[in-house]
Structure formats: structure tokens, C-alpha cells
């Protein structure tokens, strides 16, 4: 049985078709620059045919029927009916408080995601266009909607509130929600199979280090604090989101000089990070290629980047009085050894220790332990599968209808 999972950003549907009895992909691809005359289509199957197109595509609508027609063609085509698409699954940003786990798309939900919209500008309102225009091209197929913010909702009160007046999150629900949930999830549960021992006995730190990044301290498999909060701006150095910062700085910005809350924006959510602090790019790969050949300015944002991060993962340790392993996913975690190297460095005194060989040969993809031997704690990498996570609950709440 095939289950199609989609993620419909502000300009692109990413999306894949996964065969559930073998949890692999038949085909994979990202339709980008929704809205340009230049929109391009990639598209992979398993058995290694590719295509890719340049045209005109609109918006969501169009993207996800383009999908469809390549998942039917003769060329490129991994199915023979639509019919063959049993259920769809959405990745959903947010899912303020009303959703602690994944459910099926009803005119109730759809209300509440509409109301959940504020909380996510820039995510939610293309996530609701998707499946808008999912429900219209799969008719009577079921819809099943997965949240970023779910698996951070056993976030205990002391770890969510922020020391703001109690009417602000009564009133406005401004509250740590967490973020990359779904990836949190995966990586973290792959590690206890990895560990060969029961997700309920273990002390995790997962770190998802990709263009966004945030690290959740996980308690027996459930997340007890995570570094994104109220939106995914808080938390870890990205490629050009700021972090943490003092709250007070943009009120000063505004204040003296001439910066209005849209270029505040800007400049926190845009132009900081990785690229603000080297003024070379937002680009992990670049920074580490530059720093090698010299590059003061890259090194400067590497080591506030790895220095974030390091002070993290200390922290969360004292969290979870403890640990077991520290795993790294995503684009920079999975393939970027001198991060790992950098924000593992010195922390043998809370019981990480690398082995540098086995951190240097893990990259693209590959998952594996990179810890010592004699490492207290374990340290893994784990590829993240997101897509693999949306499919499984699509394929959960179909089999319970
Ligand atoms: P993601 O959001 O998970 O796709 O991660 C994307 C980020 O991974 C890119 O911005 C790169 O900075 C980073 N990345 C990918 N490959 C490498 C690499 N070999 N070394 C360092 N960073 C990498």
C-alpha cells in the first residue's frame, strides 16, 4: 500500500510516495518556485530514473497535480491508478496546543488550523493550501495531518512558559511550542533501536542541525525541553536565523536607529546567524571550506555556532540528570564532522568522548556511533527521515478508521 506524504512550503511541495510494507520510497522529488514562470520540477524513483522540467506552475494546486502526473507517467511513473495512493500525509508546522499527536483532516481540524494560523505565518497558511488541495484532487481519500510542534508537547509548564505576565499566554498562547518534532522523534527512537534497548529507559539528547536548528532533551522517549520556542527563532545559531538573543536588543534597534519591526524581522529571522556573523554565507559548507583556507570571519561563525551549541547540549544534560547519547541529524549534523568535533570538544568531564576517525568517516547519510570506546555516552548519527515518520501515523490513523 503506497501513502503519499507532502510538504508544502511557502514556495515548494516536497513530497514522497512510500510503499508501506517495505517503508521505502518509490519516488521523491521537490516542485520549487511555486508562483515563477521558471518553477521546477525534480523528481527520483528508487530504481534511479530521474526527471526534471522547467514551467510555469502557480501555486499548491498545480504542484500537487503535477506530482500526480508524474507518479502516473509512463516514464517516470511509479503507479498505475491514483487509486493506488491510499492516504496522504501533511507535514503541518504548527499545531499550537490542540494537537499532541497526528489526525485525520476533518472540517473541525481544518477550523482549528485555520486559528492556529496567526502562531505560524510563515508556515501554516501553505500547509492548509496543501491539504485544501490534496482533499480536491484525492477525493474520498483520507488526509492526515502530522505536527512539527506535537512530540514537544510533554514539555513540562516550567520548561514552556516564558517569565512574561500570565495573561500574555492565556490570552495570546505565548508559550515554548518546539519545533522539527517529527525529526526529534525518529532520530531519537532509531537511536534506542540502535542501543538495543527500551526508548523508556533512556536519556537522549537529539540535535537537528540542518538550515534550521534546534536540540530537545528527551526523558524516556518523551521531549522535556527543546531550543526553538515560541517560533523556530530561538535556540541555536542557524544558517541565518539569530538565536538566542537578548529580547531587549530589538526594542533598542527600534528605538535609536532607524528600524522598523519589518526590518527587525529581517535582520533576526534573514540576515543573522551563520551569514550575519560571517557576512559570507548561511551556507555551513562554505563557512567550513573558508575557515580551512583562513577565513577569520568564517571561523568567527563557526565557533559562536559550535559554541551555542556545546553550551546546549551541557545544559540539557543537567536537564535529564544524565545521559546515554547525543545524536546528530540533518544536513550539517549528518555530514559535518568538524561541528560534531567542535561541539563535543573538552565535554569529557560530563561523559562525551569522540573517537575522531569514526567522526570523520561518518558523513552523507551514513548512520553510525562516532563516540570512543571508552565514551560514557554514546554518540550517533543518524540520517533524519521525516517523510518515514508522516507516513507511519498516515498509515496508523488509516488502519484505525
Ligand atoms: P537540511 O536543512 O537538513 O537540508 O540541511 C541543509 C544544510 O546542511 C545546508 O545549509 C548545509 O549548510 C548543510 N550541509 C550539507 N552538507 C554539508 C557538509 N558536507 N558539510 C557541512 N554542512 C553541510
Do not use: W
Not at 64 to 92: F, N, P, Q, T
Not at 171 to 191: C, D, E, L, P
Not at 250 to 268: A, H, S, T
Amino acid at each position: 500500500m503506497s501513502i503519499l506524504v507532502l510538504n508544502c512550503g511557502s514556495s515548494s511541495v516536497k513530497y514522497q510516495l512510500i510503499e508501506m510494507s517495505t517503508e521505502k520510497y518509490l519516488a521523491k522529488g521537490l516542485v520549487e518556485r511555486l508562483g515563477e514562470e521558471d518553477a521546477k520540477v525534480k523528481h527520483k524513483c528508487r530504481d534511479g530514473r530521474r526527471f526534471e522540467e522547467v514551467k510555469d506552475i502557480k501555486n499548491h494546486s498545480q504542484a500537487i497535480k503535477e506530482v500526480v502526473r508524474i507518479l502516473l507517467s509512463s516514464e517516470y511513473g511509479v503507479i498505475k491508478d491514483v487509486s493506488d495512493i491510499k492516504a496522504v500525509g501533511h507535514r503541518v508546522v504548527h499545531g499550537c496546543e490542540k494537537f499532541s499527536e497526528s489526525t485525520l483532516v476533518t472540517p473541525e481540524v481544518m477550523k482549528v488550523l485555520h486559528d492556529c494560523k496567526k502562531l505560524a505565518p510563515l508556515h501554516n497558511p501553505h500547509n492548509i493550501h496543501g491539504i485544501e488541495a490534496s482533499e480536491k484532487l484525492f477525493k474520498g481519500v483520507i488526509q492526515v495531518a502530522v505536527f512539527d510542534t506535537a512530540f514537544h508537547q510533554t514539555i513540562p509548564e516550567h520548561a514552556y512558559l516564558y517569565a512574561l505576565p500570565m495573561e500574555y499566554y492565556k490570552k495570546y498562547f505565548i508559550r515554548r511550542y518546539g519545533f522539527h518534532g517529527t525529526s526529534h522523534y525518529y532520530v531519537a527512537h532509531r537511536a534506542a533501536e540502535l542501543l538495543g534497548k527500551p526508548i523508556e529507559s533512556l536519556k537522549i539528547i537529539t540535535a537537528h542541525l540542518g538550515n534550521g536548528c534546534s536540540i530537545a532533551a528527551i526523558d524516556g522517549g518523551k521531549s522535556v525541553d527543546t531550543s526553538m520556542g515560541f517560533t523556530p527563532l530561538e535556540g541555536l545559531v542557524m544558517g541565518t536565523r539569530c538565536g538566542d538573543i537578548d529580547p531587549f536588543i530589538p526594542i533598542f534597534l527600534m528605538e535609536n536607529y532607524d528600524v522598523d519591526y519589518r526590518d527587525m524581522d529581517d535582520i533576526l529571522n534573514k540576515e543573522s546567524g551563520l551569514l550575519g556573523l560571517s557576512g559570507i554565507s548561511n551556507d555551513s559548507r562554505e563557512i567550513e571550506e573558508k575557515m580551512i583556507s583562513g577565513s577569520k570571519e568564517a571561523k568567527r561563525a563557526f565557533d559562536v555556532t559550535a559554541y551555542r551549541l556545546k553550551k546546549y547540549i551541557a545544559s540539557y544534560i543537567g536537564v535529564l540528570c544524565g545521559l546515554d547519547a547525543l545524536v546528530f541529524t540533518a544536513g550539517i549534523g549528518e555530514n559535518s564532522d568538524l561541528t560534531r568535533a567542535a561541539a563535543c570538544e573538552n565535554l569529557e568531564c560530563l561523559g562525551i568522548k569522540l573517537d575522531s576517525e569514526k567522526n570523520k568517516e561518518t558523513v552523507r547519510g551514513k548512520e553510525g556511533f562516532i563516540n570512543a570506546d571508552d565514551s560514557k555516552v554514546k554518540v550517533i548519527v543518524i540520517p533524519t527521515n521525516e517523510e518515514l515518520v508522516i507516513a507511519r501515523d498516515t498509515l496508523r490513523i488509516y488502519k484505525s478508521m
